[in-house]
């Protein structure tokens, strides 16, 4: 194991959070945007986007091998962003311009709430790696200092 991998570890989670957030404030900033991509000719309300994250070195393999992997770990990576297939949300408002026959507007499938929530979570997730980080950082401080 070597002296920065602790440091390797928390910053791999740390810009993976960010990531989070980043993608959470755009769904947050996206919420009432109805028209957020041309398919087929047709305007589609913004579609909610999640990432993915995955710690590296996993994989289907067996328990040895897995925990050698998990012992030589590098951190997490973010894998991809994916949208949610939720369905879009038909609200009543027939004086909207992108308002079907009916008088409903497709709105995207953002929900603020929960929107806030998973960035609550980031963000004490973010704050975590930033101690967790620090510890390390001190760590390494201290076993250079009983090295003198």
């Keep these: 194991m070597s002296m920065f991998q602790p ?9 993976a959070q960010r990531l989070k957030m980043d993608t959470i404030s755009s769904n947050i900033a996206n919420a009432t945007t109805t028209r957020g991509q041309l398919v087929d000719g047709v305007w589609m309300p913004y579609r909610r986007k999640m990432v993915e ?13 897995f925990l050698q992997n998990e012992m030589n ?4 990576k973010v894998t991809r962003i994916v ?15 992108d308002a079907n026959n009916d008088g ?12 806030m929530v998973d960035l609550m979570s980031a963000s ?5 790696n930033i101690t967790a980080f620090n510890v ?9 200092d009983i090295g003198r």
Excluded: C, W
């Design 53 to 65: 994250v995955q710690a590296t070195g996993t994989g289907g393999t067996p328990f040895r091998q």
């Design 73 to 76: 770990s590098n951190g997490v």
């Design 136 to 144: 390390g950082k001190s760590m390494s401080l201290k076993a250079l």
């Design 7 to 15: 440091l390797n570890i928390s910053s791999s989670a740390l810009t």
């Design 104 to 115: 409903y507007v497709m709105m995207p499938n953002v929900d603020i709430t929960k929107e």
């Design 124 to 128: 004490r997730a973010y704050e975590s």
């Design 83 to 97: 949208e949610d297939k939720t369905p879009f949300r038909p609200v009543y408002d027939p004086t909207h311009p």
